[in-house]
C-alpha cells in the first residue's frame, strides 16, 4: 500500500517530558499579560537556553523535513514560547507568513515551514494533573476542518502559507505552554495542495 504523503508533519516524542519540564523551567514564566480588562492573555517570550533545547533535536530531524516538504534548508528564526493561561482566550487565528492586504494574501515573512511543539498533555477528565495537563489549547485549522489536542512533547510541522490558518482554542482549565518556531528555505516554498491528495480522515488514517 503507498504511503499517504501529508502535510501536516507530526513527531511524537520530539522530547522527553522532562525535557518539557526543563524548558518550562527554564522559562520561568511567573505573570501573565493582561488585555486592557485585565483579562490574561497569551504571554511570549524567547530563551536561548529553552531554545537550544530544541535546536538540537531539529537538527536531526532537518533531512527528513527537506525530503518530505522538497525545499532546501536556510535557517531557523527565534523559537518563541508561548504561555497561555487559564482562562484565556487561547490564539486568534492568523496565517504564518502572510497578511491579508487588498483583498489578496501577500507574504510579509520569511518563513516556509512552521512547527508547533506542545509542552502540555489535554485532559478533559478528572483526576486533573494541574503542573502539566490543560482543558483547551486544541491548535485548530480551520480550512482543514480538524485540529491537534496538545499532547506534551509532540512537534507539528506545517507550511507557513494561507492555506494553513491556524488557531488556539481557550483555555478553561490548567495552563497551555508550547513552542512555536519558523524555518526559512533557500527558495520559498509554494504549496501545491496536488502533492497530497485527500484530507485529515486520509492523512491520519492509521
Known sequence: MTKVKTPFYVVEEFVSPLACET???ALNFTTCDVDKEGNPITTTRTNDTAQEVIYERLLLLLPELQGHYELIYKGTHPVEFEWCPEQSKGIGAHSENSSYLRGKWVRTQARDLTAVLFMSEYQETVPFEQDYEVYGGKLEFPQHNFGFNPTRGTLVVFPSAPHFINLTTPIHVGDL????????AKTPYLYHPQKFPGNYTTWFKS
Do not use: M, W
Open 23 to 25: 524548558i518550562i523551567d
Open 177 to 184: 505552554f508550547q513552542a512555536r518556531f519558523h524555518i526559512a
